[in-house]
């Protein structure tokens, strides 16, 4: 039997609702739906969901044997259920109940359609890298993380900027004082680090980004290096400031003067499951309701007109001018010149 897991926001009723019309479509067309205990028991304290039959993850059923998982909610909640996901290799569908969704492949009016999509199979799977995120202190790693979005490094303290070494595979670039540095995933780079005046990246786009928050310095531009690259950012000892890491706003270590936070491309992706091939440009347009108006697009091969004859090349003559020499005025004689003093 193919088994979905439905995951919600627990904290929103139209989370709920969408959970409980999402489980019952998909037990009418023969699929099991299955869901936390916790969400589980949130639906059922709804009038709509008392009578809601799904498994319980990791009591009917565990995650190897989920084909998909349908998250309800916004970017946030794909990235809540990406921590539970990624190691067993789920893919996820996110459906936007928030308010850019970037993640997100649908949306909760297409509700109907996306179960329909998942009944027969109509998706397919792509993979998003994530990142892979060490703290050091002295010779000793004291956290290990990871991130799809981003790892982002704030100062602790609002009145006071953090001194940082900004570092490239080994070698720094530049230090200043700033308010923090986002290093991130191209999944990312729509997210804080866009924010923060990081460029919008592609996808498809392998490449590490990073970007400085509001750096006292004239040379804190955002960077993009490979994916192969190691980024590192140490907080200097000049100060008692302390920062804080941020990873996809979900997990947080405290960054004591002198740490150091490196980021690498992970070996383990994401999986995102996508309904349609919209490319990014669109995704763009449409989640940012960019303005387009005035756009004609490219030129149709069937619309295009072959000219019968080349147009000749006009070329005006060359025309030489010869400097032209103003030769002085003579002065005049003795007698005209007191003659003309005399008029004057």
Same mark, same amino acid.
């Given at each position: 039997?193919?088994?979905?897991?439905?995951?919600?926001?627990?904290?929103?009723?139209?989370?709920?609702?969408?959970?409980?019309? /999402?489980?019952?479509?998909?037990?009418?067309?023969?699929?099991?739906?299955?869901?936390?205990?916790?969400?589980? !028991?949130?639906?059922?304290?709804?009038?709509?969901?008392?009578?809601? !039959?799904?498994?319980? =993850?990791?009591?009917?059923?565990?995650?190897?044997?989920?084909?998909?998982?349908?998250?309800? $909610?916004?970017?946030?909640?794909?990235?809540?259920?990406?921590?539970?996901?990624?190691?067993?290799?789920?893919?996820?569908?996110?459906?936007?109940?928030?308010?850019?969704?970037?993640?997100?492949?649908?949306?909760?009016?297409?509700?109907?359609?996306?179960? !329909?999509?998942?009944?027969?199979?109509?998706?397919?799977?792509?993979?998003?890298?994530?990142?892979?995120?060490? *703290?050091?202190? $002295?010779?000793?790693?004291?956290?290990?993380?990871?991130?799809?979005?981003?790892?982002? *490094?704030?100062?602790?303290?609002?009145?006071?900027?953090?001194?940082?070494?900004?570092?490239? %595979?080994?070698?720094?670039?530049?230090?200043?004082? +700033? %308010?923090?540095?986002?290093?991130? #995933?191209? /999944?990312?780079?729509?997210?804080?680090?866009?924010?923060?005046?990081?460029?919008?990246?592609?996808?498809?786009?392998?490449?590490?980004?990073?970007?400085?928050?509001?750096?006292?310095?004239?040379?804190?531009?955002?960077?993009?290096?490979?994916?192969?690259?190691?980024?590192?950012?140490?907080?200097?000892?000049? #100060?008692?400031?302390?920062?804080?890491?941020? +990873?996809?706003?979900?997990?947080?270590?405290?960054?004591?003067?002198?740490?150091?936070?490196?980021? #690498?491309?992970? %070996?383990?992706?994401?999986?995102?499951?996508?309904?349609?091939? /919209?490319?990014?440009?669109?995704?763009?347009?449409?989640?940012?309701?960019?303005?387009? !108006?005035?756009?004609?697009?490219?030129?149709?091969?069937?619309?295009?007109?072959?000219?019968?004859?080349?147009?000749?090349?006009? /070329?005006?003559?060359?025309?030489?001018?010869?400097?032209?020499?103003?030769?002085?005025?003579?002065?005049?004689?003795?007698?005209?010149?007191?003659?003309?003093?005399? =008029?004057?």
């Amino acid at each position: 039997m193919r088994r979905i897991l439905v995951l919600t926001h627990t904290g929103r009723e139209d989370a709920l609702s969408a959970a409980v019309d /999402t489980c019952s479509r998909l037990r009418e067309a023969g699929l099991i739906p299955v869901m936390r205990r916790l969400e589980m !028991q949130a639906v059922r304290n709804t009038p709509e969901g008392e009578k809601l !039959q799904v498994e319980v =993850l990791d009591e009917d059923s565990d995650l190897s044997s989920i084909e998909l998982g349908v998250v309800l $909610g916004g970017d946030g909640s794909v990235l809540r259920a990406a921590e539970l996901v990624r190691n067993a290799g789920v893919p996820l569908l996110g459906v936007n109940l928030g308010h850019v969704g970037f993640l997100a492949e649908s949306e909760r009016t297409a509700l109907q359609e996306t179960v !329909q999509a998942i009944v027969e199979r109509c998706y397919t799977v792509e993979k998003r890298m994530a990142i892979d995120v060490q *703290i050091w202190l $002295g010779n000793r790693r004291i956290a290990h993380t990871w991130a799809l979005n981003e790892a982002a *490094i704030e100062k602790a303290n609002r009145e006071r900027m953090i001194e940082v070494v900004m570092e490239v %595979d080994g070698r720094p670039l530049s230090t200043f004082g +700033c %308010d923090g540095v986002v290093m991130a #995933t191209p /999944t990312g780079s729509t997210a804080y680090a866009f924010s923060a005046g990081g460029p919008v990246v592609w996808p498809e786009v392998e490449a590490l980004i990073m970007v400085p928050i509001s750096a006292h310095a004239l040379f804190a531009k955002p960077l993009v290096v490979a994916p192969s690259s190691r980024l590192a950012i140490e907080i200097l000892t000049r #100060t008692d400031a302390e920062a804080v890491l941020w +990873c996809d706003g979900r997990r947080t270590i405290e960054l004591p003067p002198g740490a150091r936070v490196e980021v #690498t491309r992970s %070996d383990t992706p994401v999986k995102l499951a996508r309904l349609n091939q /919209t490319p990014f440009s669109e995704r763009l347009v449409n989640k940012f309701e960019l303005p387009i !108006q005035g756009w004609r697009g490219p030129v149709k091969a069937s619309e295009q007109i072959t000219a019968t004859t080349s147009l000749p090349i006009i /070329t005006p003559p060359l025309q030489v001018v010869e400097p032209r020499h103003h030769e002085p005025k003579p002065e005049p004689s003795s007698s005209a010149g007191k003659e003309h003093r005399r =008029l004057l």
